[in-house]
């Protein structure tokens, strides 16, 4: 385990004030006092067994749960379907002309699909998946960007029981297709195109780059954003127009009625070795985690416009773009583009437009609007406001407040929720009308949710910095890894017994029982708020054939919150130049995408390592951050670590 970071715990708690929730927005919130913690706590299972009953099954499940850990199976004998709980259940009563959709593309194009559009048009798109030969449980990948489409893909599979497994659309040829092959995905769902920073993202062509090699995918289908600049190329008998296929298809589509175990999902996800995961979730305990958080956690109104601003290829798009906020019928915004374009304040213009009311986005954003300036957001009217959201990243208490002020007008509550792609749902969260907030913090886990803070050796910290662990089973838990069961277990489950969950954050619990999150323990960092595995970056790098060993750390970057940091040994014969590095950065890019681009690259003669040959990251990390040097003791050679961090300075100093 790496240190817990004392150092960024003591910034944290530099603003020490705490808001209590508005009286006014306490009276009319989803909840209202905090006995729901006790009920939730005595009897956890039917605390989420009143959830799924608010659902639509098509057989009510037998038990709640049967959990032999570390394998958990919710609402066992249960037939229920995502996509009928994310629509046809709407469209039956008064929402049914409700406006599911407000999209918006980075060109300013509009599109508003209410309840009754979105339920034709996945039901007819499930009618074209079915028609193309996809069965139940078969898996469908889906490489697209942030347009309708992309939800209309995810719950046309849901309907039918196939699985999708969506790869955000930055990701590299490369990365889509070692994603593909994973999984093994009969159908590919892309794009000509989309937009990003005035840029055209010609989808399709990495997708055909990826496609050279995916031999389990049968047919691919392909949205018109219908540009003149974006370039598509159409293999007969492969390739299908989505518009064309969904002419003649019918709208009458039958839901499948899936066990409650079935799969809903595989997201892929990057861990601590250099092979992304792929997270797999099944369907009713998913439904019930994603159902439950976004109605108490955002307090869902009938009249609100909600808009979280991830890209749905991540998990928070999917369970608070899609799954979450669709099962509550609620108005969803979405937005395709940057929050840069074409000025500056495109997001608070977009809150004017559509009269956001519930609003949920990185912290990473929040720093960059602060660095932007206050003028921006000073010229929209956000008076429609009322509750605000933060994922992703720890939120520094300096940002909280600018976020609360600048842009909730001291008026909204701030709710910062903390939560992993493989908890499928929020863990970790205030409840904007009961908790009183402090600005950093995270503060309790949600009702029905047991967290704990261990120290190595397993012992509960009951005030205190130590590891971050769940404690007992929730529905929206991930059920394993695709394809390597044994991995899943090992992971997570290993550590301290098998009922105990291993985050990977560190964490620290103050005298309140609060929550304050400090960020990964193990080889992942989190860059602008994206989950990079440092292994990842390193086979990229040592994939080019000038490296002969990379090490790669994440440092603190003022916007990003992490920044990526290589240090390169070069191959005898190889010269280590300037335009070396930037020939690295860019192989990354094209390896992985352009999250994982890295920021800083250092040649090194040699790396530091333990006198048993392991690197040691930590002290590279310190070089990074230019701190002063720890304990080198346990170095082989301690002057190659003193030789690194001159050059470093040097050199980014
Ligand atoms: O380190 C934590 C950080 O993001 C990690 C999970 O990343 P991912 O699976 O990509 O999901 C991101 C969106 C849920 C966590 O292990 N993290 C997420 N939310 C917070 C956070 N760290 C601190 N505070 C948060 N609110």
Not at 575 to 594: N, P, S
Request: hydrophobic fraction near 40%; proline fraction near 6%.
């Amino acid at each position: 385990m790496a240190d817990p970071k004392r150092a960024e715990f003591a910034d944290l708690l530099r603003e020490d004030r705490s808001f209590s929730p508005p009286p006014e927005f306490t009276a009319r919130a989803v909840v209202r006092d905090d006995r729901i913690y006790a009920e939730a706590d005595r009897d956890p299972e039917a605390f989420w067994a009143r959830f799924a009953g608010e659902l639509e099954w098509s057989r009510r499940w037998d038990t709640v749960l049967d959990w032999q850990p570390p394998h958990a199976k919710w609402f066992v004998g249960g037939k229920i379907n995502a996509s009928v709980n994310c629509l046809d259940r709407h469209v039956r009563g008064p929402r049914r002309n409700k406006a599911a959709l407000i999209w918006e593309g980075e060109p300013g194009d509009r599109r508003t699909l209410t309840y009754f559009d979105l339920f034709r048009q996945v039901s007819a798109f499930a009618n074209v998946l079915t028609s193309l030969g996809v069965r139940k449980g078969d898996r469908v990948a889906i490489y697209l960007p942030l347009i309708p489409e992309l939800a209309i893909s995810m719950l046309a599979c849901a309907r039918i029981g196939a699985v999708h497994s969506v790869v955000f659309g930055g990701f590299s040829a490369e990365s889509l297709r070692d994603r593909i092959n994973d999984s093994q995905c009969r159908v590919l769902i892309t794009a000509d195109g989309g937009f990003r920073r005035g840029q055209i993202v010609a989808l399709k062509q990495v997708a055909d780059e990826a496609l050279a090699d995916t031999p389990s995918i049968e047919n691919v289908v392909v949205v018109q954003r219908g540009h003149a600049e974006m370039p598509v190329h159409i293999k007969e008998g492969r390739d299908h127009w989505y518009h064309r296929l969904m002419q003649d298809a019918s709208y009458k589509c039958d839901p499948e009625p899936m066990d409650a175990e079935d799969m809903l999902y595989i997201l892929y996800t990057s861990g601590t070795t250099g092979k992304p995961k792929g997270i797999v979730h099944t369907t009713a305990g998913y439904l019930v985690g994603t159902y439950a958080t976004t109605k108490l956690v955002f307090d869902l109104r009938e009249d609100d416009v909600y808009w979280c601003t991830a890209d749905i290829g991540w998990v928070t798009g999917h369970s608070y773009v899609v799954y979450g906020p669709l099962a509550n019928g609620a108005t969803v915004v979405m937005y395709e583009g940057a929050p840069d374009w074409p000025k500056k304040d495109r997001f608070w213009s977009l809150i004017e437009t559509y009269g956001v009311t519930v609003f949920y986005t990185a912290p990473t954003a929040i720093r960059a609007f602060m660095k932007w300036g206050t003028e921006w957001p000073k010229k929209r009217d956000l008076s429609s406001l009322r509750l605000l959201g933060s994922v992703g990243e720890p939120i520094n208490p300096e940002a909280w407040v600018w976020y609360y002020h600048f842009i909730g007008g001291d008026r909204c509550p701030v709710v910062d929720t903390w939560w992993q792609t493989e908890t499928g749902a929020i863990m970790i969260t205030p409840l904007p009308g009961v908790t009183t907030l402090k600005p950093g913090s995270a503060t309790r886990p949600f009702p029905g949710i047991a967290a704990e803070i261990r120290n190595e050796r397993g012992e509960k910290v009951d005030v205190g910095g130590g590891l971050l662990a769940l404690t007992r089973p929730w529905p929206s838990m991930l059920r394993g890894i695709y394809g390597d069961p044994e991995r899943y277990v090992r992971q997570y489950w290993n550590k301290w017994g098998s009922g105990v969950y291993v985050t990977g954050d560190g964490a620290k619990r103050d005298a309140d029982g609060c929550f304050w999150l400090l960020g990964r323990v193990d080889d992942v960092i989190n860059v602008a708020g994206h989950r990079i595995g440092t292994m990842e970056v390193e086979s990229a790098l040592v994939d080019h054939p000038g490296v002969a060993e990379a090490a790669v750390v994440g440092r603190a970057h003022e916007i990003k919150g992490q920044a990526i940091a290589a240090f390169v040994t070069v191959k005898e014969g190889t010269h280590a130049t300037k335009d070396l590095a930037d020939v690295l950065k860019e192989h990354v890019v094209k390896k992985i995408g352009a999250i994982a681009r890295p920021d800083d690259i250092l040649f090194t003669a040699d790396l530091p390592k333990t006198r048993s040959g392991k690197i040691m990251r930590r002290l590279l990390r310190d070089i990074a951050e230019g701190k002063a040097l720890g304990d080198t003791t346990t170095l082989a050679d301690p002057a190659v670590v003193a030789k690194l961090k001159a050059n470093y300075e040097e050199e980014y100093g």
